[in-house]
């Protein structure tokens, strides 16, 4: 219903005449609807806004498992690639696990973060969110043991020229395709026994020039998930790790 003129001189002078905190309910009271939806306008703009200038597209998912490069090799291995590649760091990233630990000895203090670390590689990849791994030998192991890393003998970076030219060479480890470890530890079997083979499934990246820093720790071990959608990426990572 429209006011009248008298009305709407009556109620302006009201508003006039309150204090601050009156006037902020009064309008609160009135247009609590309109402020609402405006709010929420504007959140959302804000939210589309930030995203456009933040987001970033990932062009390869690694991990450092065990290992924990300097931050100048990090940032080498990340932005430094998507540089390399051609992309514009602005827009484009090396999405990268840090801090996971795996380990087969861990203590007590060390159990619930192997074991979460462990959850995070196996949720990635199962979504497909991780190509490639930085790893220790104990890492190295456990996951070529699951069978997670791709046989590269038949890739690119197995040609005689490429290892000879980056100074790396292919690591085999074992791969068991089935065993009887619950078993062992229900105690329904007494010695552990695996059906396993080998594969040349990383390489030893341990005198790359980007690690010589933790040279001392190693051996070093760069290897591919083997369900990763982006194999040509991956390889290109590896080729660009062993000359950074």
Do not use: W
């Amino acid at each position: 219903m429209k006011l009248s003129e008298q009305e709407r001189a009556s109620n302006k002078a009201a508003f006039l005449a309150m204090n601050l905190p009156q006037k902020a309910e009064y309008i609160f009271a009135y247009y609590k609807l309109p402020l609402v939806l405006l709010l929420i306008v504007v959140v959302a703009f804000g939210s589309a806004v930030k995203y456009f200038l933040t987001h970033k597209e990932p062009v390869l998912y690694t991990a450092y498992v065990n290992v924990v490069p300097n931050d100048e090799a990090d940032q080498t291995l990340t932005a430094g690639f998507v540089t390399s590649v051609g992309e514009n760091p602005r827009k484009s990233e090396v999405v990268c696990y840090r801090e996971l630990y795996l380990s087969g000895k861990a203590g007590p203090d060390e159990q619930q973060y192997a074991y979460a670390s462990r959850l995070k590689v196996l949720a990635s990849i199962d979504s497909e969110q991780l190509d490639v791994v930085l790893m220790n030998q104990e890492s190295y192991d456990m996951l070529s043991a699951s069978g997670f890393l791709l046989d590269l003998s038949n890739t690119e970076v197995a040609d005689e020229a490429f290892l000879a030219a980056t100074g790396t060479s292919l690591a085999t480890n074992t791969i068991v395709i089935s065993d009887n470890k619950v078993e062992v530890e229900m105690g329904q079997a007494d010695e552990y026994e695996a059906d396993t083979y080998e594969a040349q499934n990383a390489l030893d990246v341990t005198h790359a020039p980007v690690l010589a820093a933790l040279a001392p720790e190693g051996p070093f071990y760069l290897g591919v998930i083997a369900n990763t959608p982006r194999l040509d990426v991956a390889l290109a990572y590896m080729a660009y790790f062993t000359k950074a």
